[in-house]
């Protein structure tokens, strides 16, 4: 009787680092270097997401070559293409990507300048939603025939359901802290457009000031996506100091202030109680809660925290909290126009606020209006 069936053979499971509590973006230079093994055409993979609310599409994460692709966002509309695979539901497939480029948009230009000849498009959906794309790249044009396709689309499934793990993650997280602060607070000052604006301003910065510090498109969409939880601290507050329709007094004052504080003990709190321990780059939101009213000049709480002490996404928010503090109606203060805003900005810049932060938002009022155009006043602002 031969045993030979018993035999256990090694084997070594190429994409054994998706085990790991690793940045998402790891996970996509594992799944990169597999395929390789197979397809070694596959030059480069990017992921863009979609914000359903603004119809813009971003980068998010990228392997192999991408210098100059990073840090971009286009209105879908403006990519007629694209447009029409997420309306089909259908993937794209280029061969030649040079000849595709004659009457093209500029992106594809772009894309087509760094020497990629073909790429493969596959959007994106979780339950029927539209989510964004994931674009594989190659630098021989012709690659993408059927057979190879088969097997590019497990892998573009595999990258979309991790991305929807991480995703999910968050948007279980941000729920969380939405019910909370409904069933504690029916009338939360600072609920819809306030919270739709901070993120979209904090964004902005985070994309302006992105060459200079070196951010990736990783980091840019998480304080994007964790900015709007900066104040959950204040679910903890009572309503007689949260929503006084006057100046507060100097106690007041004290406990308005914790929460800071509070806002990143319960986001510990949700985190261990959510078993939300795969989100990566927590840290992010950690800070944002806890320093986002730390001054440049020190003077800031709960810590006093001076210059780049206070972690980068936490100045990035506090410009865009207090920006949209100044120009909206508050239970205490009325709306500032932009102008009076922009002065307020100026003079805090330096001192409380990182003056690099402060040019970000004040050099791209355009962006700063059309996003104040969209995410107009609700009725508590
Ligand atoms: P918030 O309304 O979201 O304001 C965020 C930050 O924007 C404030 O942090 C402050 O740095 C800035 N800010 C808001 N309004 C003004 C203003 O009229 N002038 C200037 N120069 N800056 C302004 P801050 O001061 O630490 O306050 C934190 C939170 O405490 C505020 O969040 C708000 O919820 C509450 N709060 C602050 N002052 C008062 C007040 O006089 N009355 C009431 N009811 N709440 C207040
Ligand atoms: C990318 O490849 O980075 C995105 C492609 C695109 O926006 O066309
Ligand atoms: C477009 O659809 O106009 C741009 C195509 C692309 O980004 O690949
Ligand atoms: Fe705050
Ligand atoms: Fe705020």
């Excluded at 973006?25 to 997401?49: C, G, M, N, Y």
Aim: charged letters at 25%; a negative charge; aromatic letters at 8%.
């Amino acid at each position: 009787m031969s045993k030979n069936n018993d035999v256990s053979v090694e084997h070594h499971d190429t994409l054994e680092n998706l085990n790991k509590h690793v940045p998402l973006r790891d996970k996509l230079v594992t799944a990169h270097e597999s395929i390789r093994q197979q397809f070694p055409f596959i030059a480069r993979i990017a992921v863009t997401l979609y914000d359903q609310e603004t119809r813009v599409l971003k980068t998010y994460l990228n392997t192999g070559d991408s210098m100059n692709l990073e840090n971009y966002h286009q209105l879908i509309d403006n990519s007629p293409s694209l447009k029409a695979l997420l309306d089909k539901g259908l993937p794209r497939v280029i061969n030649n990507l040079l000849t595709f480029t004659e009457d093209e948009h500029d992106r594809t230009k772009r894309i087509a300048r760094q020497g990629y000849k073909a790429s493969y498009t596959l959007p994106m959906f979780n339950e029927g939603d539209f989510f964004g794309f994931v674009f594989f790249n190659s630098m021989e044009r012709d690659v993408f025939t059927e057979a190879v396709l088969r097997q590019m689309d497990l892998y573009g499934h595999m990258i979309s359901l991790m991305v929807i793990n991480e995703l999910s993650a968050i948007k279980t997280l941000t729920a969380a802290v939405k019910t909370t602060s409904q069933i504690t607070h029916r009338r939360d000052p600072e609920t819809g457009s306030h919270l739709d604006r901070m993120s979209r301003y904090s964004r902005l910065i985070a994309s302006s000031i992105a060459k200079k510090y070196n951010l990736d498109d990783e980091y840019i969409e998480h304080v994007f996506m964790f900015s709007s939880l900066h104040d959950i601290g204040k679910i903890a507050i009572p309503d007689e100091v949260l929503l006084k329709p006057g100046r507060l007094t100097e106690e007041e004052i004290i406990v308005m202030k914790t929460h800071a504080r509070k806002g990143r003990e319960m986001i510990d709190d949700l985190v261990n109680n959510f078993g939300l321990h795969n989100i990566k780059h927590i840290d992010i939101l950690q800070n944002i809660a806890e320093y986002h009213h730390e001054a440049i000049n020190g003077t800031g709480y709960p810590e006093g925290r001076v210059q780049d002490e206070i972690p980068l996404e936490a100045r990035i928010v506090a410009v865009a909290d207090v920006f949209d503090a100044l120009t909206s109606t508050r239970p205490y203060k009325q709306a500032w126009s932009n102008q009076q805003a922009i002065e307020v900005l100026l003079e805090l810049a330096g001192e409380k606020l990182d003056r690099d932060c402060v040019n970000a938002l004040i050099n791209n009022m355009d962006e700063v209006e059309e996003i104040q155009r969209v995410f107009s006043e609700n009725q508590y602002g």
